[in-house]
């Protein structure tokens, strides 16, 4: 069992920033992928970035050179950094982690954390 605690999100005036941070508890997650979905009202969850345990990283169109993920295996931490931040950015912000770096669906979620920008 892996438990997933997201923090960080907040309300920010468009073109602001947030740094979004997720602890990992449990089983040890730094061999495994690790991502950040959203989901704005009415809308499906997207996935917004990826990280494998290497290092490699993936994200939607969206919010490619906005936003950064990163990890911090000694501290089973995994970030986000979110810049030029847009109303559109608008959102619950979930930390997932997937059985490995090849899994395509996660395996957890953490509880979320609310990111909104006004215009």
């Known amino acids: 069992q892996v438990q997933l605690v997201e923090s960080g999100g907040g309300l920010v005036q468009a073109g602001g920033s947030l740094r979004l941070s997720c602890a990992a508890s449990?089983?040890?997650?730094?061999?495994?992928?690790m991502g950040w979905y959203r989901q704005a009202p009415g809308t499906q969850r997207e996935l917004v970035a990826s990280?494998?345990?290497?290092?490699?990283?993936d994200y939607a169109d969206s919010v490619k050179g906005r936003f950064t993920i990163s990890r911090d295996n000694a501290k089973n931490t995994v970030y986000l950094q979110m810049n030029s931040l847009k109303p559109e950015d608008t959102g619950e912000y979930y930390c997932?982690?997937?059985?490995?770096?090849?899994?395509?669906?996660?395996?957890?979620w953490g509880q979320g954390t609310q990111v909104t920008v006004s215009s």
């Open positions: 990280i494998t345990s290497g290092g490699r990283t």
């Open positions: 997932t982690t997937y059985y490995s770096d090849f899994s395509v669906q996660p395996q957890y």
């Open positions: 449990g089983r040890i997650v730094s061999m495994r992928k």
